[in-house]
C-alpha cells in the first residue's frame, strides 16, 4: 500500500495505495471540517487545484448534518462530489478544543455541542461507527490532545488512556470492515505533550499494532517550532518505516518544509484557507497581505508565474478592492490562491527530493516562505 521511491537524507518520496486513488507524498491534505472548504470553495475546485486529499471533521458532521444523514446520501464521497481519498479526524481533537464544554472518563468524552448545548457522548467505538457511515477512506483513532505545556502525571495517564482507546479502535474497525467489506483504513495518533520519553513509549507501543499508517498528533497547538521538531526527531527512529507518517495539524510552509526533512509523510492545515479569507497571501518570495493600501491601484497578479484561477485572471488591485467590499469572490479567489500555492509546493517537494535535491531546495526556500513582506 506504502511504497518510498526516492529518499534524499530522511525525506521521503512515496506513493500511497488507497481503495480511492493514490496519494503521492510529501502531500497536503486540504480542510473541508463540514465537508466543503471555507470560502465558497467546492470539491470539484479542489480537482483543479491540484489537491489529493480532503479532510473532514467527525465531530462537525456527526452534529450537522449527522453521519447517519450521510450514510443515507452514500456517504461523504457522493455527497461531496469528491472522488479521491478522504481522511476523516476522529473528533478527539475536539477533546482539547472544547476542554470548558467536555468531561473524560475511560468510557469516552461527554460534550456539550457547541450548536445546541446537548450533551453528546463519543467514545472509541462511536467515533470509528461514525467514521464509517461517513465513509471516509482513512479513519483516525480517537484520542486525547492535551495542553501544552502540560503535567508530566496527567500527560502520562492521558496518553495510556488514548493506547487502550486505539486497541478499542481497532477491534471496532476491523469488525466492521469485516461485516461490510468497507475496507477502511485506520491512522493510530501519538501523543505524550512534549515529553520525548513519553512520546517515544507511546510510538513504540502503538507501532507494534501493525496500523495501516501513524500520525503526530498534539503538536503545533502553542509550542514554539523548536519543540515540534525536537519531538517529531525523537519518535521519527520508531515510526514503522513502511506505513505513511501524518503531522497533524501543521502548518506553515516553513513546518512543513522542516517536517519532510525529519521523515513527514502527510500535513494538514487550516492555515491557508484561513489566512486567504482574511486577504493573507502566500508567495514565492513570503507572505502578501492584500489589505494594505498599497496594493490598491497594483494591477499585478497575486504572484508573478503563479497559474492559479485567482492569479490567472485578475489583478491585487481588483482583488483587495473585493475584500474592502466584503465581496464573497474575494474569499474565493484568494483560497484557490492559497490551496493552489500549498499544493504545487509540495508538488515542488516531492520534485526536489527525486532529484536527490531536497536539501538545497530546503535551504533555498525555508527563511523566506514564513516571512511577511
Not at 473528533?91 to 467536555?102: D, E, H, N, P, T
Not at 491557508?272 to 494591477?299: C, M, Q, V, W
Request: aromatic residues 8%; charged residues 20%; contains cysteine.
Amino acid at each position: 500500500m506504502f511504497r518510498i521511491s526516492a529518499t534524499d537524507q530522511k525525506a521521503r518520496r512515496a506513493v500511497f495505495q488507497t481503495r480511492d486513488g493514490e496519494i503521492h507524498s510529501p502531500a497536503f491534505m486540504n480542510v473541508a471540517t463540514c465537508g466543503a472548504i471555507k470560502g465558497a470553495v467546492s470539491a470539484l475546485d479542489l480537482e483543479d487545484l491540484g489537491c489529493q486529499v480532503m479532510l473532514c471533521n467527525t465531530y462537525h458532521l456527526h452534529l450537522r448534518p449527522g453521519d447517519e444523514a450521510v450514510r443515507a446520501m452514500g456517504g461523504l464521497h457522493k455527497f461531496t462530489a469528491w472522488q479521491g481519498p478522504i481522511l476523516t479526524d476522529s473528533g478527539g481533537f475536539q477533546v482539547y478544543s472544547l476542554a470548558k464544554l467536555r468531561g473524560i472518563k475511560e468510557e469516552g468524552v461527554t460534550f456539550a455541542s457547541h450548536i445546541s448545548g446537548e450533551r453528546i457522548f463519543m467514545g472509541p467505538e462511536e467515533s470509528i461507527r461514525i467514521q464509517h457511515n461517513l465513509g471516509s477512506t482513512i479513519a483516525m483513532a480517537f484520542d486525547e490532545c492535551v495542553e501544552n505545556p502540560a503535567p508530566y502525571a496527567y500527560a502520562e495517564a492521558s496518553t495510556t488512556r488514548t493506547t487502550r482507546w486505539l486497541l478499542r479502535c481497532k477491534a471496532e474497525i476491523d469488525a466492521l470492515n469485516a461485516r461490510t467489506g468497507a475496507g477502511q483504513l485506520l491512522f493510530g495518533i501519538n501523543q505524550g505533550a512534549t515529553f520525548a520519553d513519553l512520546r517515544q513509549r507511546h510510538m513504540a507501543e502503538i507501532a507494534a499494532l501493525d496500523l495501516d499508517g501513524y500520525a503526530i498528533g498534539g503538536l503545533a497547538v502553542g509550542e514554539p517550532k523548536e519543540e515540534m521538531y525536537r519531538i517529531i526527531e525523537s519518535v521519527e527512529p520508531l515510526m514503522p518505516a513502511d506505513r505513511p507518517r501524518y503531522l497533524m495539524g501543521v502548518g506553515t510552509p516553513g513546518n512543513i518544509l522542516e517536517a519532510v526533512n525529519r521523515g513527514i509523510d502527510l500535513f494538514d492545515c487550516v492555515m491557508p484557507a484561513r489566512n486567504a479569507r482574511h486577504g493573507h497571501l502566500f508567495t514565492h518570495e513570503g507572505i502578501l497581505n492584500l489589505n494594505n493600501k498599497k496594493y490598491a491601484l497594483d494591477s499585478e497578479p497575486i504572484e508573478s508565474g503563479c497559474t492559479c484561477p485567482a492569479c490567472r485572471h485578475f489583478s491585487r488591485g481588483y482583488l483587495r478592492h473585493l475584500l474592502k467590499a466584503g465581496e464573497m469572490l474575494a474569499m474565493r479567489l484568494c483560497v484557490m490562491h492559497n490551496l493552489w500555492f500549498y499544493n504545487h509546493l509540495l508538488e515542488d517537494i516531492r520534485s526536489a527530493i527525486e532529484a536527490g535535491k531536497y536539501q538545497a531546495f530546503l535551504k533555498e526556500n525555508v527563511n523566506i516562505l514564513d516571512k511577511r513582506i
